[in-house]
C-alpha cells in the first residue's frame, strides 16, 4: 500500500452540518485577515506574510476550494495567483526566480494556483527537467521555504486528493456542461493515463517536502463538502498559530454583535 492509498475517500459531511462548519470557519478567517493586515483595530501592525499553496489531481476541486477560501475576503486583501507553464524567458533562470514576485511581504495574503511543485510533478513526469534537475529540486525547495518561514511567513500547502473514480466521474460531468467544458482539455485526459507516474511522484513530493516548517496538508476531496471545510479550517489555524507567533493576540471567539 502506498502513501496515497492510507488516505480515506470515503469521508463526507453532511451537507447542514458542512454549511454551518463552512461559514464559521469563513468568519473566523475574515476576523484573522483583518488582524494580520492591521486593519481590524486600526492599529496598522502588520502581522506575517501568508501564502497558500495548491496542488492536486485535475478535477480535484482545487478551483472550488480557493472560490470559498477567498469569499469572505476584501478582494484587495488577497491575490490568487494562477501559475502556467514557464515562458521562454523564465526557463534562463533558475526555476524558483519566477515565483518571487508573487510571494506576499508582511500584512499580505497570496493564493497560489499550481506552484514551484511543478518541477517535480509534471516536469518530472513529461520529461521537461532532468532527473538531476528534479532531485536535486527537494532540497532547494525545502531550503527556501525554510528561508521563507524563518522569516515569519505562515506556509499552507495542500494537496487536494482524489480517487481515479471519482475524478472519471467530473471529468465526463465537465464533458456534458457547456459552461464547464472549458475545464476540460486533451492534456488532463492524458494525464489521467499517467496517473500511476503522477501517483510516485506525488508520494516521493510528500515524503521529502513534508518539513517541520512546511508541512503538507492532505484534503480527502472526493467528497466537495468536507474538502472545502477542511480547506478553510486548515488555513484559519495555521493563520491564527502564525498571529500568535508574531506576538499578535487574537480572541479566541469572534461573537457575533
Not at 37 to 52: K, M, N, R, Y
Not at 243 to 250: D, Q, R
Request: aromatic share 8%; hydrophobic share 40%.
Amino acid at each position: 500500500m502506498g502513501l496515497l492509498d492510507t488516505y480515506d475517500l470515503s469521508v463526507k459531511l453532511p451537507g447542514e452540518v458542512g454549511a454551518r462548519r463552512l461559514a464559521a470557519a469563513q468568519r473566523r478567517l475574515l476576523y484573522l485577515r483583518l488582524i494580520d493586515g492591521g486593519i481590524f483595530d486600526g492599529s496598522g501592525t502588520l502581522g506575517p506574510p501568508i501564502c497558500v499553496v495548491f496542488e492536486g489531481w485535475d478535477a480535484s476541486g482545487k478551483g472550488g476550494a480557493i472560490t470559498r477560501l477567498v469569499a469572505p475576503l476584501d478582494p484587495r486583501h488577497v491575490r490568487v495567483i494562477s501559475i502556467a507553464a514557464p515562458t521562454f524567458d523564465e526557463k534562463r533562470h533558475h526555476f524558483l526566480a519566477r515565483f518571487w514576485p508573487h510571494l506576499p511581504g508582511w500584512g499580505g495574503m497570496t493564493i497560489l494556483d499550481r506552484s514551484w511543485y511543478g518541477r517535480v510533478l509534471v516536469e518530472r513526469v513529461e520529461g521537461f527537467a532532468t532527473e538531476e534537475q528534479w532531485r536535486r529540486a527537494y532540497e532547494e525547495i525545502n531550503a527556501v521555504e525554510r528561508s521563507l518561514t524563518d522569516e515569519g511567513m505562515v506556509l499552507v500547502k495542500i494537496w487536494m486528493h482524489v480517487s481515479s473514480d471519482e475524478q472519471l466521474k467530473r471529468f465526463k460531468a465537465r464533458e456534458k456542461d457547456p459552461l464547464k467544458r472549458w475545464k476540460l482539455t486533451a492534456e488532463d485526459w492524458r494525464n489521467r493515463e499517467q496517473r500511476p507516474a503522477y501517483e510516485l511522484a506525488v508520494t516521493q513530493m510528500l515524503e521529502r517536502t513534508d518539513t517541520p516548517c512546511a508541512p503538507w496538508t492532505v484534503v480527502e476531496a472526493d467528497d466537495k463538502t468536507f474538502a472545502r471545510v477542511k480547506v478553510l479550517e486548515t488555513v484559519t489555524a495555521a493563520l491564527e498559530r502564525g498571529l500568535l507567533k508574531a506576538g499578535i493576540c487574537v480572541d479566541e471567539a469572534d461573537e457575533q454583535p
